[in-house]
């Protein structure tokens, strides 16, 4: 039976997976993906050439290769079942729980996001967690493009410090005392990605706090979590108050990656093509809120049940073997600078001052760290006239432990003290002398 069915069924089986990939990669993603698929492409053809020379093999070596490739089959599975048990435990969580315990006294929140946002439920009629404008980039048809979470809301993000960051947001979605939008006169406009968010410490410890105190002045920040450079800008024409003084752009290594995908979103790419487009999102929060509510409960949903297709398709483990892969760039293009010159030009034109912060990270966990995208930064800041604070050299580099300032000397997102020094030097850099 198996002698008999083996090459009709690899044939067969090469064909759909031919047949899926084309339109995973040309039909569903319209081609915007031909680099991930390349790879499933060439396993999908060399299988099919295998079915064919198949069918002149001798029924023994059928045989063997069934037994040879069940065997591979069921390994595969075996994996992706370990894998996806392991992606759910927290990286070096047992170290941070005895650091936690032995620097502060208190118990590590182990708890997860879904099950803290559960709880703040209970107590709180407006309870959200960060939804990122990133979520909405592969979704097709969408009227308005929300560039921030929901507003009024008290707001789950995570917990990297051992505790968990919660703010109430304000009434655009971001980070903020709402009070701050009253203000005649805005001294620093932040905009960025989780950085500026505030990632992953609370209020009063966060950038846009930390410069409230150094200059008992106004401050707004319009960052969020997993931001390009794009989608930032589109933030800045949006929301940029009538009267700023400074606009504090943060800019990291992976806002070059970022960009590469939102100029592909329809909506996004109108903010870079037309220089008068606008959402008018300020007064569609309504929307904004309904839009970003109805995304907590789709991904709500998407991790309580079982995919049973994910799994089906190896998801976990074929991550893992053949890498995430992305539009990676080994330098920052054309569009991008643009992009820059773009926000300079629009906060000049609305009487502030533009600077420009490059906020340091791979750099102290990957030993193949270049510093391309670092040189070519500082280049640009140069070529484009825009004031250059860099953190890399003002903070991080004059410590003899730039671990410490990271959670646990663990890769992430800043401290308490990584944030407060970060905040110290903007402010210093861009206060009056």
């Known amino acids: 039976m198996i002698k008999r069915i083996f090459s009709p069924l690899v044939l067969i089986t090469s064909i759909l997976l031919i047949i899926y990939v084309f339109y995973k990669s040309q ?32 029924n023994k070596v059928k045989e063997y290769l069934f037994i ?9 599975y075996i994996f992706e079942f370990y894998t996806f048990i392991q992606i759910n435990k927290e990286k070096n969580l047992n170290t ?50 929300p560039l921030s979470g929901v507003s009024s809301s008290k707001t ?9 960051m919660i703010y109430f947001s304000d009434r655009f979605g971001f980070n903020n005392p709402d009070t701050e939008w009253d203000s005649n006169e805005v001294e620093y406009l932040i905009v960025g990605d989780s950085f500026a968010h505030g990632a992953a410490v609370n209020r009063p410890d966060e950038i846009a706090s930390q410069l409230r105190n150094f200059s008992s002045k106004s401050v707004i920040n319009i960052g969020y979590s997993a931001n390009g450079p794009l989608i930032e800008y589109a933030t800045l024409k949006e929301f940029m108050p009538k009267k700023v003084n400074k606009v504090i752009w943060l800019f990291t290594d992976n806002d070059v990656e970022g960009f590469n995908y939102e100029y592909k979103n329809e909506i996004l790419r109108k903010y870079f093509d037309d220089e008068n487009f606008s959402q008018n999102l300020k007064d569609k929060q309504s929307q904004v809120d309904k839009i970003a509510k109805q995304m907590i409960y789709d991904v709500r949903a998407e991790k309580l049940k079982f995919n049973f297709f994910k799994h089906l398709k190896l998801y976990h483990a074929r991550k893992l073997l053949l890498g ?9 293009q054309k569009e991008l600078i643009k992009v820059l010159k773009m926000a300079r030009d629009y906060s000049y034109k609305h009487g502030a001052e533009f600077y420009l912060v490059y906020l340091p990270l791979d750099r102290y966990f990957n030993k193949d760290h270049d510093n391309i995208i670092y040189r070519e930064i500082i280049s ?14 003002e903070v991080f580099k004059k410590e003899k432990t730039p671990l410490k300032l990271f959670p646990f000397g663990f890769i992430g997102h800043y401290n308490v003290e990584g944030y407060r020094k970060t905040a110290k030097a903007i402010f210093d850099e861009t206060s009056d002398k």
């Not at 396993?43 to 020379?53: A, G, N, Q, R, T």
């Not at 502060?104 to 990122?132: M, S």
């Not at 789950?156 to 968990?164: D, L, S, T």
Request: charged share 25%; glycine share 2%.
């Open 324 to 332: 995430n892969k992305k539009n990676k760039m080994v330098s920052i």
């Open 380 to 393: 640009i800041s140069k070529n484009l006239k825009i004031p250059l604070i860099d953190i890399h050299a």
């Open 156 to 164: 789950v993000y995570a917990n990297e410090n051992g505790y968990y």
């Open 68 to 76: 040879i490739i069940s065997t591979v089959i069921f390994s595969l």
């Open 96 to 145: 941070k729980i005895q650091l936690y315990k032995k620097q502060t006294g208190k118990e590590y929140d182990i708890r997860t996001v879904e099950e803290v946002y559960d709880n703040l439920k209970k107590t709180e009629v407006n309870a959200a967690v960060k939804v990122p404008p990133t979520e909405y980039l592969n979704i097709k048809k969408i009227k308005i493009y």
């Open 27 to 58: 039909i569903y993603w319209e081609g915007e993906k031909n680099e991930y698929y390349t790879i499933y492409y060439i396993i999908s053809v060399f299988l099919f050439f295998f079915s064919i020379i198949s069918f002149f093999i001798s």
